[in-house]
């Protein structure tokens, strides 16, 4: 598939003060996955950084705000979030799960969101942030899906349909999700090309990213790099409950205790 054009890169400048930064992806919380929240839950409320940067898919699955109803699962996380950001600033970036995530919801929880990719300069260190699906070309039905799904006329129909329609079509689509992973269909990995032509007009030398759930530092040549986080699954074995820390300009990978 040709590559498109790379999008608008937002910049986002840490202030000087920020010693220590986490970043977290592919948590795919949902009620029916209560081990994986509880240890959400347990991180958030310790997270020991300066700021917390979720990048995407922190949910299995959002079909709008609304949904965030006293007493809801998706209630329960807001209180969760707010609670950190009370103390430590949260940032969140869509992800292909959770890319409805709107602004009524942000406020509730008293996050940031990001633009998808975006800079962080860390101490004059430049990283471009993106959630990692927009790089996936080779896989070229679900890049037809995404482009449909993210336009604005697609969201507003969507949006605008009683919230038991939205659920009932969500889980549609996590069945079908469900059943393709029980098939062993290899799922594509990102366009090293791609990668590139991000880096070099972002004028930025890594890539942090997750969305692929293969975690992994990859070094691209050129002094070019890309680091993948994971996702988090307490059922695993072992439990997957990756963290990614920026501090003092070393990058660290670590599993919460």
């Known amino acids: 598939m040709a590559a498109p054009a790379v999008p608008q890169i937002a910049e986002w400048v840490a202030p000087?003060?920020?010693?220590?930064?986490?970043?977290?992806?592919?948590?795919?919380?949902?009620?029916?996955?209560?081990?994986?929240?509880?240890?959400?839950?347990?991180?958030?409320?310790?997270?020991?950084?300066?700021?917390?940067?979720?990048?995407?898919?922190?949910?299995?699955?959002?079909v709008g705000d609304d949904a965030a109803v006293p007493g809801s699962f998706e209630a329960q996380c807001a209180q969760v979030m707010a609670a950190t950001a009370a103390r430590t600033p949260v940032y969140f970036m869509h992800g292909n799960r959770d890319f409805l995530v709107g602004d009524t919801f942000l406020v509730q929880c008293q996050t940031t969101l990001l633009q998808?990719?975006?800079?962080?300069?860390?101490?004059?260190?430049?990283?471009?942030?993106?959630?990692?699906?927009?790089?996936?070309?080779?896989?070229?039905?679900?890049?037809?899906?995404?482009?449909?799904?993210?336009?604005?006329?697609?969201?507003?129909?969507?949006?605008?349909?009683?919230?038991?329609?939205?659920?009932?079509?969500?889980?549609?689509?996590?069945?079908?999700?469900?059943?393709?992973?029980?098939?062993g269909a290899p799922y594509a990995d990102v366009d090293s090309a791609a990668v590139r032509a991000w880096l070099s007009a972002a004028s930025a030398p890594?890539?942090?990213?997750?969305?692929?759930?293969?975690?992994?530092?990859?070094?691209?040549?050129?002094?070019?790099?890309?680091?993948?986080l994971s996702d988090w699954d307490a059922k695993a074995t072992p439990p997957r409950l990756e963290v990614m820390q920026w501090s003092g300009g070393s990058w660290l990978r670590d599993t919460p205790h």
């Not at 482009?147 to 969500?170: D, I, K, N, Y």
Request: with cysteine; hydrophobic share 40%; aromatic share 8%.
């Open 16 to 62: 000087a003060t920020w010693r220590t930064v986490a970043f977290i992806s592919d948590l795919h919380l949902q009620a029916s996955e209560p081990a994986t929240f509880d240890a959400w839950c347990a991180y958030m409320a310790r997270p020991q950084a300066d700021a917390v940067v979720i990048l995407g898919d922190l949910f299995e699955v959002w």
């Open 206 to 228: 890594q890539m942090l990213h997750g969305h692929t759930h293969r975690p992994a530092d990859h070094a691209l040549g050129g002094g070019l790099s890309r680091r993948v």
């Open 116 to 183: 998808d990719p975006s800079v962080l300069t860390l101490n004059g260190e430049r990283c471009l942030l993106t959630h990692g699906d927009a790089l996936c070309l080779d896989d070229a039905p679900y890049m037809a899906f995404r482009a449909e799904v993210r336009s604005p006329g697609w969201q507003t129909h969507f949006l605008s349909q009683p919230l038991p329609a939205r659920q009932t079509m969500a889980r549609g689509l996590r069945d079908a999700s469900e059943q393709r992973k029980r098939s």
